[in-house]
């Protein structure tokens, strides 16, 4: 489904390469993890996959087509939704106008999109009292639970997500990998995750180990 | 629509920068409106006094021709004559052709007159059966008898006539205006003068002697509506004239301190009789003719075509035709002061009001670098969220709108008043000064009106009134012109704050 060819990255010098002819290819339905000491690219290769940044070398083909081709504003309104390690929503909103509002940008085709947004939000914990409280007012856990239905509710098939565990206790981290692998297998949904944890990590189906400028399947 | 949900929803939560913009918004567009009222006030009281002035145009001798000529004739005599008064000019060579009639006619009936009234002045001297009033008379009437007779004993010009009417000087005791229609002369048009009793002077009374007399003068000397009284020629004391007064009226002109040294100045001693019967007085030369003659159009706009036609009916060397485009001037300059003012307020608040919006939705939109981030992540386009700016600010100025309307009239009313006190006093003082030194020169529509005598000895109230009051009024078009004005600052402010968002890179505003 997406697929990075020949892919090369470099911030101020083209001889200081961050990383050079990446190839790899994700499928629907599994999860894959990243994995990474910190400053070693990570980040910036799941900006790439995500649209948010382009690449210096090569390409990346979602569904067969170029994501240039596709312009990335588009790509990111119709093929991707992004999860931050900040959460990254929109504070003066409540937990459910956060969700219905990428709904709305991304033209989801479900009429009721308050009910499902709802929903979704209870499937996860939050219910409709803590899903009308200004996002503010939410714990971390809270809020990455509401970034992770935001993503959910614009059913795209690729989700991908830096470090969604980053801020959270570990039971926490735990219940939002699970949520993860459910969207993938349950939903039949791409899940690209950055992390540097290795439980993290070991929860998803495939680890790609981003050492010495090198991308190894581990 | 997304978008306009979402400026609905930052401006209801974000409180206080919706109400600090608003409360600024609020302020220029007070400013804006103020001016604009003032302009339209300004501009509609122009236009009123335009109306109420009416176009008038006087026809009468080219007194400045006339003068250049004689200036001209004198200097040709003085090279040939070794006379020691050469250096003046000759007084009596100075003379001004009179208006002929049938000329005045032909005029009268180009297109858009709606009226012309004729003026012939000149003076006659006090039979044996009427006192003039002296100055002192007119001051305090309970000692008419008494001032008068001291005047006499004082051998002061103004107690009974004249001595210095017998020894030739053509002054007389009273001053005759010889008129078409009295209801037409200056003083009653203006309202200075008012009939009492009896009736007005009328073309009807052409080739008579009746008269109007000032209501002092009837008092002083007991004459009713239907009386005689005579009168002498100015030039020849023997030759008198029996007047009938037809009617009584009442002047709130007063005698300035020329008018005091001589009777015919006096403005109660003003005879209001037809123009054929003044010309009687002044000769056989003067028969069918006038001093003045002066139209009224129905339409003011037509005035320049009405001189451009009416010219080619008279000679320009010798006649005159002055428009009172001069008192219509002197009327609005003031209201032309204010109203150029206001425009500039309007432009300079206007230009203020885009700086500083621009300003405040720059550092607000700084601030939202992250939300502008998250959204072009989700995939918003950047050009709605320039627009969700955009109906932000618009909402708030809608609000704005709301107050201004109700408060900007206020404040137009306080600015505009104040500043039309001010350009009024300015504007009085300079053109008094103007009208010292213009009057004694007997020019312009009012001089000519009034003929040889001019305005001189009689302060009145005849003067063009400036425009005193503003009446600051609320239309819907203004509040539209305002409504335009604050959605182009909306515009202009988000357009050049968001140079900035069109500029930004999603990941860059997320991870700095």
Known sequence: MLEAKNIGYWYDKKDSYLYKDVNLNFEKGKSYAILGS?????????????????????????????????????????????????????????????????MDITQSERSNRKEYALASLANVGIDSSLASKPVSKLSGGQQQRVAIVRAMCCEHDLIVADEP??????????????????????????VIMVTHEKEVAEACDYIYELKNKEFQLV | ??????????????????????????????????????????????????????????????????????????????????????????????SLTPVSISTATKISKLDNVSSYSILSSTSAGAGDDIEPISSADTTDSSTTTDSSADSN?????????????????????????????????????????????????????????NVLIEKSLAEANDL??????????????????????????????????????FNFLNPSNTLYTSYTFANTLKGDDYTDTADSVT???????????????????????????????????QMIEPISNV??????????????????????????????????????????????????????????????LVIAGFSGRIVGNVVGQQLLDQQTSATTSSSSNTQQAGGQQGGGQRGGQRGGFGNIGASSATSAKQIKKLDITLSAQEIGTLGAI???????????????????????????
């Open chain 1, 38 to 102: 910190s400053g070693s690219g990570k980040t910036t290769f799941l900006s790439l996959v995500a649209g948010l940044d382009k690449p210096k070398e090569g390409e990346i083909l979602f569904n067969d087509s170029q994501i240039n081709k596709i312009g990335l504003t588009n790509y990111r309104k119709n093929c991707v939704s992004i999860v931050f390690q900040a959460y990254n929503l929109l504070p003066y909103m409540t937990a459910i106008q956060n969700v219905t509002t990428a």
């Open chain 1, 165 to 190: 565990t980053g801020n959270l206790d570990e039971q926490t981290s735990k219940d939002i990998i699970t949520l993860f692998q459910k969207i993938a297998h349950e939903q039949n949904k791409c």
């Open chain 2, 1 to 94: 629509m997304n978008f306009l949900k979402r400026a609905l929803l930052s401006v209801k939560v974000k409180k206080g920068r919706s109400l600090l913009l608003c409360a600024i918004f609020t302020v220029i567009l007070i400013f804006i409106l103020a001016g604009l009222t003032i302009q339209s006030a300004s501009l509609k009281a122009a236009d009123n006094a335009k109306q109420s002035l009416g176009a008038t145009a006087t026809l009468s001798a080219n007194r400045e021709n006339a003068l250049s000529q004689n200036q001209e004739s004198d200097s040709s005599t003085d090279s040939d004559s070794s006379d020691s008064s050469s250096g003046r000019p000759d007084a009596g060579s100075f």
């Open chain 2, 153 to 209: 004993a004082q051998g002061m010009p103004g107690g009974g006539s004249s001595k210095q009417f017998g020894a030739g000087n053509a002054q007389g005791d009273f001053s005759i205006s010889g008129v078409l229609s009295s209801a037409l002369a200056s003083d009653f048009s203006d309202e200075t003068a008012k009939l009492t009793s009896g009736e007005a002077i009328t073309k009807e009374d052409e080739g008579t002697n």
């Open chain 2, 224 to 261: 009713k509506v239907g009386d005689t009284f005579t009168i002498s020629n100015p030039t020849d004391e023997d030759t008198t004239y029996k007047m009938t007064v037809k009617g009584i009226y009442k002047t709130t002109s007063s005698s300035d301190s020329l008018g005091m040294n």
């Open chain 2, 295 to 329: 139209y009224t159009l129905s339409d003011p706009e037509k005035l320049d075509a009405f001189v451009k036609a009416a010219k080619k009916l008279i000679n320009t060397d010798t006649f005159s035709l002055e428009t009172n485009d001069q008192t219509y001037q």
């Open chain 2, 339 to 400: 109203a150029s003012f206001a425009k500039n307020i309007v432009l300079l608040v206007t230009g203020a009001g885009i700086i500083i919006l621009s300003l405040i939705v720059m550092i607000t939109i700084r601030e939202r670098r992250y939300e502008i981030g998250v959204l072009l992540s989700i995939g918003e386009s950047r050009l709605k969220v320039v627009f969700q700016f955009f109906v932000e600010l618009f909402v708030i100025m809608l609000v704005s």
């Open chain 2, 486 to 512: 604050g959605l182009g600052i909306c515009f202009i402010s988000v357009l050049l704050s968001s140079i900035g968002i069109l500029r930004l890179q999603p990941k860059k505003i997320l991870t700095t």
